[in-house]
Nanobody, 116 residues
Framework: QVQLVESGGGLVQPGGSLRLSCAAS????????MGWYRQAPGKQREWVAE???????SYPDSVKGRFTISRDNGKSTVYLQMDSLKPEDTAVYYC??????????WGRGTQVTVSS
């Protein structure tokens, strides 16, 4: 069974940056798409980034140009670099193994709070 462990969340001021990491167990990492999602209080979980097994990245308009997803297959780790953070980026951020729309496997999440 795949285990995904997120880290790197915290409190940051508006305009600041954070880098999230998600370490995966097992041997499937390099052949699976990986994604980041977030869920703010009272809101549905939303997709924020995906990277295919071949390294192609995609983002919704809400984070495009501010967030960058990357992966290191040798370390079975996917990253989310978040720049120019806004208060509305405050949420629990989750890592997922699997493409958008699939059931996939999920981590437990890491809290990101953007506040002055």
């Amino acid at each position: 069974q795949v285990q995904l462990v997120e880290s790197g969340g915290g409190l940051v001021q508006p305009g600041g940056s954070l880098r999230l990491s998600c370490a995966a167990s097992g041997s499937m990492f390099r052949i699976r798409a990986m994604g980041w999602y977030r869920q703010a209080p009272g809101k549905q979980r939303e997709w924020v980034a995906e990277i295919t097994s071949g390294g192609r990245a995609s983002y919704p308009d809400s984070v495009k140009g501010r967030f960058t997803i990357s992966r290191d297959n040798g370390k079975s780790t996917v990253y989310l670099q978040m720049d120019s953070l806004k208060p509305e980026d405050t949420a629990v951020y989750y890592c997922k193994m699997g493409s958008v729309g699939s059931v996939g496997s999920w981590g437990r999440g890491t809290q990101v709070t953007v506040s002055s």
